[in-house]
């Protein structure tokens, strides 16, 4: 492990084509001046996933750069609908089909739906059950409590174990039948529920830019809510700079980042219990469960999860806000990721990889 350095690498300075603040939706465009016939262009989109979508692209032209972000848009909204577990739309069967069909017939999906849950299942048997898309029956009873406490905080719950057990009883991996032949999903137990939050967003960011690849884009930053996916480099540039947001941002004279990282053809994804969470009885309660006390992680603030692949760092991060770190380590040692933790007394911690990325760790 490495600790804090107590000051930024010399000739790693926070200046770059461009630094993007994860975790924030906005981007941070610093100056760009090499000449070079392509120009940058961004452009943001609200809606798919609950979220804001960030995309900068270096192109030719602005026509170029308006056909990329409009086939990255279209197919994070297509995904969108897809992945949604709170949404019916017409003439679509998306997981929320699947789950009001738990128990009583297989479900004929998109071919999309079968690629995302078989990634899932992988990152299931990656991390041991910390990624567990069958945990849909727990996570909604969070969400509900969690969305009750917001509107009326002075009435904020926890539920009850014994709720939160019963509602356990369906989330066994197992029951979720896949037949790629027939192209249908099945949940074998009825009231069961998929929730796939831990990689979904992951899968549809690396899905849109694949769609845009295959149209010519060489050069892009996605950001989707925090997670963030480095195509290519910028022009005269090794490599793209992104600021990673500081989980104590806005508190007293806390800095805005704690690191930035230089990342090329790689994902960062972000786990913490700062931007979603309710507070009962003066506590802090994050949207992170862990799936073996059906209770919100608390064994650190913040992980962030370096890797080639965008869902897998998608999953990954959700699993090692779960695991103890020493876990953790070891699960990121054998699926090549790198991580930086920040636990809950503040003490920063890193894999030995992760200072080939950072201005702060080495």
């Not at 979508?53 to 279209?74: G, K, M, P, Q």
């Not at 069909?101 to 990656?126: K, S, T």
């Not at 690191?259 to 969470?277: E, P, V």
């Not at 933790?341 to 201005?359: C, H, L, M, V």
């Amino acid at each position: 492990m490495h600790d804090r350095k107590n000051r930024n690498r010399k000739g790693r300075a926070w200046v770059s084509t461009l630094g993007v603040c994860l975790g924030c939706a906005v981007a941070l465009p610093l100056a760009f001046t090499a000449c070079t016939r392509y120009q940058r262009y961004q452009a943001h989109k609200i809606g798919p996933f609950d979220t804001i979508t960030l995309l900068l692209v270096y192109a030719e032209s602005e026509r170029d750069f308006n056909h990329f972000a409009d086939i990255v848009f279209e197919r994070l909204e297509t995904l969108h609908r897809l992945y949604d577990i709170f949404n019916a739309y017409d003439g679509l069967n998306n997981l929320h089909t699947i789950n009001a069909n738990a128990g009583i017939e297989p479900v004929e999906v998109e071919q999309e739906i079968i690629d995302m849950l078989l990634a899932a299942r992988e990152a299931y048997a990656i991390t041991q059950g910390r990624t567990n898309p069958a945990m849909g029956s727990v996570l909604r009873i969070w969400h509900e409590y969690r969305m009750r406490g917001l509107a009326h905080p002075e009435d904020a719950v926890l539920p009850s174990i014994a709720l939160l057990q019963e509602a356990a009883g369906r989330m066994t991996m197992d029951d979720v039948i896949i037949d790629e032949n027939r192209r249908t999903v099945f949940l074998a137990e009825p009231g069961m529920s998929l929730d796939v939050g831990s990689v979904a967003k992951g899968f549809a960011a690396e899905l849109a830019l694949a769609a845009a690849r295959e149209a010519g884009l060489r050069t892009a930053l996605l950001n989707v809510g925090g997670h963030v996916v480095a195509m290519g480099t910028p022009p005269r540039r090794e490599h793209w700079n992104i600021a990673v947001q500081n989980p104590k941002a806005g508190v007293g004279d806390a800095p805005s980042t704690v690191d930035t990282l230089s990342l090329t053809d790689a994902t960062i994804s972000i786990s913490g219990s700062y931007q979603r969470f309710f507070i009962v009885n003066d506590q802090l309660f994050g949207h992170v469960i862990d799936p073996d006390t059906l209770m919100p992680a608390d064994l650190f603030k913040q992980v962030t999860v370096i890797h080639r692949q965008s869902w897998m760092a998608d999953a990954l991060s959700t699993a090692l806000f779960v695991l103890p770190r020493e876990e953790g380590e070891v699960l990121a040692k054998a699926t090549g990721a790198e991580a930086f933790w920040i636990d809950q007394d503040g003490q920063w911690f890193a894999t030995p990889g992760y200072a080939r990325f950072s201005n702060v760790f080495e």
